[in-house]
């Protein structure tokens, strides 16, 4: 018999698996920490990209005002124009 005392034996056997299972663990959370910087810095990239597209862009609501500052002066233009003919002809 060795000279280990009673359940020492059974004891390391146990931790060995314990041991190899929390070394799994430790690798897969490395591998997903690894992917999440990954995604993290695709994420950064494709905002970097949006922004710069948003930057050449105008808000929905700026063209909306534009537009209706266009219909307005086209409205008022072709109104002067006969005002202007009709006194031309008198």
Known sequence: LSDEKPGV?????INKRIKDVAARLQKSIDTLDRALEKLDKLSARFNVEKEAEKGGRSSVKDKLSQMKAKVEQQSKAPNKEAAKSKAECL
Do not use: E, H
């Open 9 to 13: 034996s059974l004891t390391r056997i």
